[in-house]
C-alpha cells in the first residue's frame, strides 16, 4: 500500500517561510512526476508545483519566484519551500506523485491527506 505523509504546515505571518515536505512510503517499483497542490475554501484544488525524476520543474504563476519544489529520490521525498508567503497562500497543500507499482504496471497517482497553510495579514 502506497502512503504519502506530509508535515510541514502551520501558521505564519505575511512576508514569511514555511517548508512542507512529503514522503513517500510502501513497496512499488518507481515514483515518477511528484507535485504539490492546494485548496483554499470555496475554491478548486489547483496545481502549485510539480518536477520530475529528473528535476525538472514547473510552477504556477501566482508563486513562481517564491516557492521552490525540490526532491530526494533516494529519500522518496519532495518538498516545498515557500518563501514571501501572502494572505492568498492559505490553503491545505497536497502531496501528490505518479507511482508504478511494479515494471508492467502504469502509473497511477497517489494523494497524502492534505496539510493545513494559514498565512496572517
Known amino acids: 500500500q502506497v502512503q504519502l505523509v506530509e508535515s510541514g504546515g502551520g501558521l505564519v505571518q505575511a512576508g514569511g517561510s514555511l517548508t512542507l515536505s512529503c514522503a513517500v512510503s510502501g513497496s512499488f517499483f518507481t515514483i515518477n512526476d511528484m507535485g504539490w497542490y492546494r485548496q483554499a475554501p470555496g475554491k478548486q484544488r489547483e496545481l502549485v508545483a510539480r518536477i520530475t525524476p529528473g528535476a525538472l520543474t514547473n510552477y504556477a504563476d501566482s508563486v513562481k519566484g517564491r516557492f521552490t519544489i525540490s526532491r530526494d529520490n533516494a529519500k522518496k521525498s519532495v518538498y516545498l519551500q515557500m518563501n514571501s508567503l501572502k494572505v492568498e497562500d492559505t490553503a491545505v497543500y497536497y502531496c501528490?506523485?505518479?507511482?508504478?507499482?511494479?515494471?508492467?504496471?502504469?502509473?497511477?497517482?497517489?494523494w497524502g491527506q492534505g496539510i493545513q497553510v494559514t498565512v496572517s495579514s
Open positions: 501528490n506523485a505518479a507511482v508504478k507499482p511494479s515494471v508492467t504496471i502504469r502509473s497511477r497517482d497517489y
